[in-house]
């Protein structure tokens, strides 16, 4: 996480559970579900962009498609544009296949991976690379996250170490309500994030606080088409 962009201070005001945001959420018998989630992108209140998730679980194996869209102006002058796309197989909650495309700021990135022999090869604009054991991501939906100690950059490639650390339960206001939380603090490499969970462990809130000083908003935003079943 070493663009621009992600050098901003994050807090997701989520004021939810996942299943409150859901827009798609179907289960049947077989063990099948989707969902997917869809934020307004606000940069110290100004609205930059979108970022959408969609996951389908089957059984033990899940898809996730993720894509983000940031434009940053300055009296109507454009100064930071962010494009990013990434498709992602999981199985037992471990990754198994990802390619991803980023556009930040004219700098590309890619990364497309192929699974051998219980390694995960990554191709990226680095170079070639190969992570063994149960890969995961920076995907804060997942909590067995809080139990990593390397995550996958989906923009780079990069394998990065963290350490996470349980900060206990407080309260969280949201809106004049407050809610229960328990906090989990992200340590990479220049940066700190604070995670908040619900008491059953649905993630509700992220914040960190960077260098620049500015303050990125995602606010939950339905998909029309989705909603009306389209």
Same mark, same amino acid.
């Given at each position: ?36 989630? +869809? ?17 389908? +679980? ?60 219980? +390694? ?111």
């Amino acid at each position: 996480m070493k663009n621009w962009l992600s050098r901003l201070v994050f807090v997701f005001l989520a004021a939810f559970t996942l299943s409150e945001v859901s827009i798609a959420n179907t289960t049947v018998n077989t063990g099948s579900s989707s969902k997917s989630w +869809k934020f307004r992108v606000m940069l110290d209140d100004r609205p930059i962009g979108y970022h959408k998730v969609d996951v389908n +679980k089957e059984q033990n194996r899940k898809s996730v498609h993720t894509q983000a869209n940031f434009d940053v102006k300055i009296l109507f002058i454009p100064v930071y544009s962010y494009d990013h796309e990434t498709q992602e197989r999981w199985v037992d909650n471990c990754l198994v296949d990802i390619n991803s495309t980023t556009d930040d700021n004219g700098e590309d990135y890619y990364i497309n991976s192929k699974q051998s022999e219980q +390694k995960l090869t990554l191709e990226t604009q680095d170079g070639m690379s190969s992570l063994e054991g149960c890969v995961r991501t920076f995907a804060y939906w997942d909590v067995d996250l809080l139990n990593s100690d390397r995550l996958l950059n989906t923009q780079t490639g990069e394998y990065e170490d963290v350490e996470i650390t349980d900060m206990g339960t407080g309260v969280l206001s949201f809106d004049g309500n407050e809610v229960e939380a328990r906090q989990f603090r992200l340590v990479a490499e220049g940066m700190a994030i604070d995670l908040w969970y619900t008491k059953d462990m649905h993630w509700l809130a992220l914040e960190s606080v960077t260098e620049s000083g500015a303050v990125l908003r995602y606010l939950p935003e339905k998909d029309p088409a989705l909603a009306s079943g389209v």
